[in-house]
């Protein structure tokens, strides 16, 4: 190693020789330990050379977006920066970047980045060769031009034999499109249960809140599930920072004593995972049994609440206030049933209730962690009821918000600024023509498509549900893997998913690194970065717009996902012409020519960019020039447009103020025009999916793998083997699998098994133990992280590990943890992640810390594997 | 184990240094000798040691560098001192050998070689004792360095020079060594209960200590055995080289190298730097 | 003289390690070796568990034992106050590595040399801030001339948590806003 460091040291920065060097570093390093990065350039001499600071995308799905620079000299780059295109104040803040997004360079020049294409040794054209080596055959380097002729013969061969709908995509691509299309998988993976709840009880207002600058004008907010610091990095935790140094208080709701509980929290309630519509319906209880809801508001605003305000045709037994007090079930949901369920002590059920019925204006505000869980609309529909028997909606400062994560967590109001489209033909797949997110209208019939957690099932056994035609049969014979990510690895049932990769006659992946996707296939094709390709715009909260640009060339014999698609189609017979007939180039003017931004009165949209002649004609594109508010060359330099913003000013956005102040005039899109508590075509959507029924109302039924379930006997308190709840959440260490190889990161994050100190002790399990957590559907191994910050009886895994199953053990030994969430398809298509069973065991093997572990780099790629 | 290095260093110059002491003792002692042997293992000895040290380093080829801060670093001095010693006791062996008649030079350079060694060993006790490393801090350091120095170097000088020294009285010798290592043993005894009491790094280093509780336990057994071992035949009016008398001051010596070699593993074994959440 | 240094507002972090990587970034570490640092402590019972985070680097302190004890002068300190490191002289004895309090100077095997943070002096000597300042997403972190930071933020501000070595010892450079549980005597480190 010492050797290869000095060796680059002697090398001057120059991007052939970095090239030659990191293939030599990839041959001799089975990379033990050593930093995965290839920019080991001396300090001193990189220092000395002029570079240039170069918008940098981070593009990755990890609930933040932030601006990213990067220090490029000679096509390589030495260090990063964030956001100092201006002065950075609380009311005006930078776009700050996360630990992710400034470890990136070690990702984008990673020496285990996939170079070149390569096919299983043992892969034969036709029937897959031996199908069983998948995942731990050898790799054969080939050419380009091999493997897409394997490729599109492959294709040809499964659509002509059995028909397009034998071939599995997560996404199609122009090209597939036009060659007939792919059966596709679908689900609500990140809104969890969200969705269809919004689109009826609130008419579609999904993840808005009040305006960002608005938060500080709440006396409390309530985060239910949120830990953005991991979650939604960059400014959402310092936006609530900034409500709460003005005067809020905050209550995090959340089995996990987060990293952002411990900077806002004034009081953190601990609840079961799950079970977070028996503490709502506990509160709701104590709520209105001391007469504390916002009757007026209920009346005039909602529907369902009490047997006198119910949507037309529905049975009035059947309201919310009727069903807590159990005049017809004679189930009172006092907070001793509730705590029953969920765990939280029942006074503090009844003081949180109090708080947020009597403290105005309050922030009500959810993430999708309590959703994404079986039957996890029932807690939309408690956390929705509960939220506005409080009665704060559509003032300064009031606000009940759904969904409220990801990137626009903390924000709220109109996106202020965002880029054109890039005015490319409209491409839809034949066989599915919906959005695969949030999934399909369950009584249309024309539509074949698979719920993520059915389809590796369907992949073996032939058959999937289909909403209201129930199960249809299947027939996969191919797995499609291009531009479409690390489905192997993020799909529920990895298990299941490893026997599907195996049964199929072919598998092909694009991949940056030799993911599991990638290392379960046949033909693996390199893919570019966003930092190898022409540019483009990145959108995340409502005031900025990123405009990125290339930062080197394509690494090695890396391609982008739509050549590939190019020369597929090509091979096909079709005409790139006719199914991609912009290049990337001209797609990015279209999207910058395309950009505007809120008028200064907020009555419109204008123009965001001056192009001139000179510029179309430096891009090679064809374009007109424009008036714009600021000109090409500063937005290229700058790399960002935020619109300013200060107190007061004419962007501050209240939500649901126009129907608060005048209902009758401007109704909600919902069946009532008003918030819909009760909502029978919620309910009718629900069950027409197949998979569970759901009330028209917030009740609490147990679910597939919920607390109740991790008792053998609930009633008589009998426990399971699998006697602990698994959350399995975002993981500061990386977005989604992307960044997991990250040494830094890994440093950083261990990702270890959170678990109680009760719990741990109950097992005899210590301090540095390794333990292996089993669920009914595989086992991983993880260091443990015994901790009082977490709720007894309940875990945390940060999900996203690249997975690394011993075929022999069947164990994950990187603690993948889809491994252990089954595929339990439930409610529209919600992928429950955070209700998962699971026991833990103390495990006798050792595992060394994961940033010790080698790269994944094959001899097929210049490596020694 | 990391400080191999320093512990092969520490120990060979603090024998070397404790030989040449006995020497020049033994110069004022019993007049009209010559301790060759004694005089080249202690040359030997401190080019061992200097050697060892130099392994230490990340950059050995800049050793000299270590002169550069005199003025503050306790390291420095220790360097300088050790250098010093190592300088005066190899030239004091070749005087020895190739200059034998050259009595006031050798007289000088043994005064100044035990001079200059005490003062090293001073400066070891300095430097690990301002170290931020609980463990090594007070008195004990520098009482356990001088025991070495002392019961080592004689017994070292003992068993080189009992040809030389077979008629004459060797108390002075089983004295020595026996009270260097009672005090030794003394002030470990409030040394090792102060250490429990301590901040977190010094607890921490309380723990890996009594988890070598065998090893520790071996070490006192040896030491004070050793040199309970060695007053019966240093009592005796003379020794023959074969007889059990010598076999004893072998013993003893053995016994007395192994223990305090035992003795400074552990001193390295324990080390327990104070840090954020360790102090 | 002068003497910058840091002001660290506990209250606001969040244990996210942005300042931790834009430092590797900074200063092309590899696994394993840190310069500046986040440190979780924990302590209390569910349901009132509680834990801070403590993001530290070199102190730069006012009398920095590793310059009193470096043999060589390798460590020394600027004109500002920055403790510096200079590799030319340094000879790898790692006896700043036994001196600082704070375990600040970290011993990198492939050079043989020590290494520390040097408050990104080229960056502050352009007037720049530190690499780690201008990263946190929280604004946690401000650097600047110690007495300015001590005027602004000194009302609320440390130098001494028992987490940490007397400042006594060797003066930090170093302001902290402690949330109220890192007074706590009972803390256990958290696990990365």
């Known amino acids: 190693m010492t050797?290869?460091?000095?060796?680059?040291?002697?090398?001057?920065?120059?991007?052939?020789?970095?090239?030659?060097?990191?293939?030599?570093?990839?041959?001799?390093?089975?990379?033990?330990?050593?930093?995965?990065?290839?920019?080991?350039?001396?300090?001193?001499?990189?220092?000395?050379?002029e570079g240039q600071w170069i918008t940098a995308a981070c593009w990755h799905n990890c609930g933040g977006r932030c601006l990213n620079k990067a220090l490029v000299v000679d096509g390589i780059v030495i260090r990063q920066k964030t956001d100092d295109?201006?002065?950075?104040?609380?009311?005006?803040?930078?776009?700050?970047?996360?630990?992710?997004?400034?470890?990136?360079?070690?990702?984008?020049?990673?020496?285990?980045?996939?170079?070149?294409?390569?096919?299983?040794?043992?892969?034969?054209?036709?029937?897959?060769?031996?199908?069983?080596?998948?995942?731990?055959?050898?790799?054969?380097?080939?050419?380009?031009?091999?493997?897409?002729?394997?490729?599109?013969?492959?294709?040809?061969?499964?659509?002509?034999?059995?028909?397009?709908?034998?071939?599995?995509?997560?996404?199609?691509?122009?090209?597939?499109?036009?060659?007939?299309?792919?059966?596709?998988?679908?689900?609500?993976?990140?809104?969890?249960?969200?969705?269809?709840?919004?689109?009826?009880?609130?008419?579609?207002?999904?993840?808005?809140?009040?305006?960002?600058?608005?938060?500080?004008?709440?006396?409390?907010?309530?985060?239910?599930?949120?830990?953005?610091?991991?979650?939604?990095?960059?400014?959402?935790?310092?936006?609530?920072?900034?409500?709460?140094?003005?005067?809020?208080?905050?209550?995090?709701?959340?089995?996990?004593?987060?990293?952002?509980?411990?900077?806002?929290?004034?009081?953190?309630?601990?609840?079961?995972?799950?079970?977070?519509?028996?503490?709502?319906?506990?509160?709701?209880?104590?709520m209105i049994t001391n007469n504390l809801h916002d009757q007026d508001f209920l009346d005039k605003f909602c529907v369902g609440f009490d047997a006198d305000h119910m949507p037309e045709g529905a049975d009035p037994k059947e309201n919310f206030k009727d069903y807590v007090l159990g005049t017809y079930d004679g189930t009172p949901k006092t907070p001793e049933w509730a705590s029953e369920h969920c765990g939280t002590d029942p006074d503090v059920i009844c003081s949180f209730a109090h708080e947020i019925a009597v403290t105005k204006p309050m922030t009500f505000t959810s993430s999708s962690a309590a959703a994404?869980?079986?039957?996890?609309?029932?807690?939309?529909?408690?956390?929705?009821?509960?939220?506005?028997?409080?009665?704060?909606?559509?003032?300064?400062?009031?606000?009940?918000?759904?969904?409220?994560?990801?990137?626009?967590?903390?924000?709220?109001?109109?996106?202020?600024?965002?880029?054109?489209?890039?005015?490319?033909?409209?491409?839809?797949?034949?066989?599915?023509?919906?959005?695969?997110?949030?999934?399909?209208?369950?009584?249309?019939?024309?539509?074949?498509?698979?719920?993520?957690?059915?389809?590796?099932?369907?992949?073996?056994?032939?058959?999937?549900?289909?909403?209201?035609?129930?199960?249809?049969?299947?027939?996969?014979?191919?797995?499609?893997?291009?531009?479409?990510?690390?489905?192997?690895?993020?799909?529920?049932?990895?298990?299941?998913?490893?026997?599907?990769?195996?049964?199929?006659?072919?598998?092909?992946?694009?991949?940056?690194?030799?993911?599991?996707?990638?290392?379960?296939?046949?033909?693996?094709?390199?893919?570019?970065?966003?930092?190898?390709r022409v540019g483009g715009f990145l959108s995340g909260n409502p005031e900025m717009l990123i405009f990125y640009s290339q930062i080197t060339e394509p690494m090695y014999e890396a391609k982008d996902d739509e050549w590939m698609y190019q020369e597929i189609g090509k091979r096909l017979g079709l005409d790139p012409a006719e199914f991609d007939p912009l290049s990337p180039k001209q797609k990015l003017f279209n999207k910058l020519a395309g950009c505007t931004v809120m008028n200064e009165d907020g009555s419109g949209f204008e123009t965001l960019v001056t192009i001139t002649a000179q510029d179309i004609a430096e891009m090679g594109v064809k374009g007109k020039p424009q008036e714009g508010r600021i000109t090409y060359k500063e937005f290229k330099e700058k790399g960002i447009y935020q619109v300013p913003r200060s107190?007061?000013?004419?962007?501050?956005?209240?939500?649901?103020?126009?129907?608060?102040?005048?209902?009758?005039?401007?109704?909600?899109?919902?069946?009532?025009?008003?918030?819909?508590?009760?909502?029978?075509?919620?309910?009718?959507?629900?069950n027409a999916y197949g998979w569970n029924t759901l009330a028209p109302i917030a009740k609490y039924q147990y679910v597939t793998e919920g607390y109740e379930e991790t008792f053998a006997n609930f009633e008589k308190k009998e426990k399971s083997e699998y006697p602990l709840q698994l959350t399995t959440i975002h993981y500061a260490r990386r977005s989604h699998s992307s960044l997991d190889n990250i040494s830094w990161l890994r440093e950083a994050f261990q990702n270890k098994l959170y678990i109680h100190p009760m719990d741990a002790q109950a097992r005899g399990i210590n301090k540095n133990d390794i333990v292996k957590v089993s669920s009914r559907h595989g086992a991983v191994i993880r260091p443990v992280y015994i901790t009082e910050r977490i709720m007894p009886g309940t875990l945390t895994l940060g999900q996203g590990a690249w997975a690394e199953v011993n075929d022999d053990s069947g164990i994950c030994i990187a603690g993948a943890t889809n491994v252990l969430n089954g595929g339990l398809p439930t409610g529209q298509g919600v992928q429950a992640y955070n209700t998962c069973i699971v026991q833990v065991e103390k495990y006798e093997g050792k595992l060394q810390k994961d940033y010790l572990w080698p790269k994944r780099i094959v001899a097929a790629q210049g490596g020694g594997k | 184990m990391g400080d191999m290095a320093l512990l092969v260093f520490s120990f060979c110059m603090q024998a070397a240094i404790g030989m040449m002491f006995f020497m020049t003792l033994s110069h004022q002692l019993y007049k009209g000798k010559a301790f060759k042997g004694a005089a080249v293992t202690a040359a030997g000895l401190s080019i061992v040691g200097v050697l060892a040290s130099l392994a230490h380093l990340g950059q050995p080829l800049h050793a000299l560098n270590?002169?550069?801060?005199?003025?503050?670093?306790?390291?420095?001095?220790?360097?300088?001192?050790?250098?010093?010693?190592?300088?005066?006791?190899?030239?004091?062996?070749?005087?020895?050998?190739?200059?034998?008649?050259?009595?006031?030079?050798?007289?000088?350079?043994?005064?100044?070689?035990?001079?200059?060694?005490?003062?090293?060993?001073?400066?070891?006790?300095?430097?690990?004792t301002t170290a931020s490393v609980p463990v090594w801090q007070g008195i004990n350091t520098f009482v356990d360095f001088y025991a070495t120095t002392i019961a080592v170097g004689a017994l070292l000088f003992l068993v080189l020079s009992l040809k030389e020294l077979q008629d004459v009285d060797k108390k002075v010798f089983g004295l020595a060594v026996l009270a260097a290592v009672i005090l030794q043993a003394a002030v470990a005894i409030p040394y090792a209960i102060s250490l429990g009491l301590g901040g977190s790094a010094a607890q921490a280093s309380a723990e890996i200590l009594s988890g070598m509780s065998v090893m520790i336990s071996l070490k006192w057994i040896l030491v004070l055995g050793g040199a309970v071992v060695l007053l019966w035949p240093t009592l005796q009016k003379s020794i023959k080289a074969e007889g059990q008398s010598s076999s004893l001051i072998y013993a003893s010596l053995g016994a007395l190298i192994c223990g305090q070699f035992i003795g400074r593993y552990v001193f390295y074994a324990g080390m327990v730097a104070s840090t954020i959440g360790l102090t | 003289m002068a003497q910058y240094g840091f002001y660290f507002d506990m209250t606001a972090c969040g244990g996210c390690k942005t300042c931790q990587i834009?430092?590797?970034?900074?200063?092309?570490?590899?696994?394993?070796?840190?310069?500046?640092?986040?440190?979780?402590?924990?302590?209390?019972?569910?349901?009132?568990?509680?834990?801070?985070?403590?993001?530290?680097?070199?102190?730069?302190?006012?009398?920095?034992?590793?310059?009193?004890?470096?043999?060589?002068?390798?460590?020394?300190?600027?004109?500002?106050?920055?403790?510096?490191?200079?590799?030319?002289?340094c000879i790898g004895c790692r006896y700043c590595t036994w001196s600082c309090p704070y375990g600040h100077p970290q011993f990198i095997e492939e050079t043989g040399r020590v290494n520390k943070c040097d408050m990104c002096k080229d960056l502050v000597e352009e007037g720049e801030n530190p690499a780690c300042v201008d990263s946190c997403t929280m604004r946690a972190i401000h650097w600047g001339d110690l007495e300015e930071l001590r005027a602004i933020y000194g009302a609320e501000a440390v130098s001494d948590l028992p987490v940490l070595p007397n400042s006594s010892k060797t003066t930090p450079s170093v302001l902290i806003k402690p949330k109220s549980v890192a007074l706590l005597k009972d803390f256990m480190l958290k696990e990365d």
């Open chain 1, 3 to 49: 050797k290869f460091i000095d060796k680059m040291n002697e090398l001057t920065i120059s991007r052939r020789n970095f090239i030659k060097a990191s293939t030599a570093a990839a041959a001799s390093l089975s990379l033990v330990g050593c930093g995965n990065s290839l920019t080991t350039t001396n300090a001193g001499q990189a220092a000395a050379q």
């Open chain 1, 85 to 286: 295109t201006h002065p950075d104040t609380p009311d005006y803040p930078q776009q700050r970047g996360c630990a992710r997004g400034r470890s990136q360079r070690q990702q984008i020049f990673g020496a285990d980045r996939l170079r070149y294409p390569m096919k299983r040794k043992n892969w034969n054209p036709g029937d897959g060769g031996k199908k069983e080596l998948r995942g731990k055959d050898e790799w054969v380097r080939i050419s380009w031009e091999e493997a897409l002729d394997h490729v599109a013969s492959e294709l040809k061969r499964v659509k002509e034999t059995y028909g397009n709908q034998s071939i599995l995509a997560k996404s199609t691509g122009p090209a597939l499109n036009a060659y007939g299309g792919a059966m596709t998988y679908w689900g609500c993976t990140s809104d969890g249960a969200w969705p269809k709840p919004q689109q009826f009880m609130n008419g579609n207002r999904s993840r808005g809140s009040n305006d960002r600058l608005d938060l500080r004008n709440s006396k409390l907010i309530v985060l239910w599930g949120s830990n953005p610091v991991w979650s939604s990095a960059g400014n959402p935790a310092y936006n609530f920072k900034q409500a709460k140094d003005a005067g809020a208080k905050f209550i995090v709701v959340d089995p996990f004593y987060s990293d952002t509980a411990q900077i806002l929290a004034d009081q953190w309630i601990p609840v079961r995972p799950g079970t977070d519509t028996a503490l709502l319906l506990g509160m709701a209880h104590y």
């Open chain 1, 372 to 532: 994404r869980t079986s039957v996890g609309e029932q807690f939309c529909q408690a956390f929705l009821t509960v939220g506005w028997m409080t009665g704060n909606v559509g003032k300064p400062g009031a606000s009940v918000c759904s969904n409220n994560r990801h990137n626009t967590q903390s924000y709220g109001g109109p996106t202020l600024v965002k880029a054109g489209g890039d005015k490319s033909p409209k491409s839809t797949n034949p066989i599915y023509k919906e959005a695969t997110f949030p999934g399909p209208d369950p009584f249309k019939t024309d539509w074949q498509g698979i719920v993520i957690d059915e389809a590796w099932d369907a992949v073996i056994n032939g058959e999937y549900t289909a909403g209201v035609r129930g199960k249809q049969s299947c027939d996969i014979r191919m797995l499609w893997n291009i531009g479409s990510g690390n489905t192997l690895n993020q799909n529920t049932d990895l298990m299941k998913g490893i026997e599907a990769f195996r049964k199929v006659e072919f598998v092909v992946t694009s991949a940056h690194f030799l993911t599991a996707t990638a290392q379960y296939s046949d033909i693996v094709l390199p893919a570019t970065t966003e930092w190898e």
């Open chain 1, 647 to 686: 107190h007061g000013d004419q962007y501050v956005y209240i939500d649901y103020k126009d129907f608060i102040e005048d209902p009758e005039k401007n109704p909600l899109e919902t069946e009532s025009g008003k918030f819909q508590i009760h909502s029978q075509g919620l309910a009718d959507t629900i």
């Open chain 2, 66 to 128: 270590s002169l550069l801060n005199l003025g503050s670093s306790w390291l420095s001095r220790e360097v300088l001192f050790s250098g010093l010693f190592m300088g005066v006791a190899v030239a004091y062996a070749l005087v020895q050998w190739f200059k034998a008649d050259a009595s006031a030079l050798s007289a000088g350079l043994r005064w100044i070689g035990s001079g200059v060694g005490l003062i090293a060993v001073f400066s070891m006790g300095k430097l690990y």
């Open chain 3, 22 to 89: 834009a430092c590797n970034d900074r200063n092309d570490l590899k696994p394993g070796v840190l310069f500046r640092k986040v440190k979780g402590f924990e302590g209390g019972k569910f349901p009132m568990p509680w834990i801070y985070y403590l993001s530290i680097s070199c102190n730069h302190c006012q009398e920095p034992k590793c310059v009193e004890g470096c043999p060589t002068q390798a460590m020394h300190k600027l004109d500002n106050g920055i403790v510096a490191h200079d590799k030319e002289k």
